[in-house]
């Protein structure tokens, strides 16, 4: 049984920084892409960012609203992802979820995933 546990997520101030973790278990994925994920209040889940894995090494992602504020890194021995979020704001509250599926090209869409953690809450006070 595949399972996905993130932790790390609390309450902070804008300009503060936050790490989130995501452990995952029991997958059998040979080159596989564990990315974050988010859902602000109302609104729809959003890409973050993501790792993807091949034999090689591993490739990060982006989406432009985090980009330079945000870093995305993977430990493949422990099959974990992490995400270090710097320079804050109150626009990045939101429940933060890790994802993980096969390696595919398209990691910003939620459908590339098969696995879901059940996410982390990110508070970001003004």
């Known amino acids: 049984q595949v399972q996905l546990v993130e932790s790390g997520g609390g309450s902070v101030q804008a300009g503060g920084s936050l790490r989130l973790s995501c452990a995952a278990s029991g997958h059998t994925f040979s080159t596989y892409t564990m990315g974050w994920f988010r859902q602000a209040p109302g609104k729809e889940r959003e890409f973050v960012a993501a790792v993807t894995w091949r034999g090689w090494g591993y490739s990060v992602n982006y989406a432009d609203s985090v980009k330079g504020r945000f870093t995305v890194s993977g430990d493949n021995a422990k099959n974990s992802v992490y995400l270090q979020m710097s320079s804050l704001n109150p626009e990045d509250t939101a429940v933060y979820y890790c994802?993980?599926?096969?390696?595919?090209?398209?990691?910003?869409?939620?459908?590339?995933?098969?696995?879901w953690g059940r996410g982390t809450q990110v508070t970001v006070s003004s």
């Open positions: 994802g993980l599926g096969p390696a595919v090209t398209a990691r910003q869409f939620m459908s590339s995933y098969n696995y």
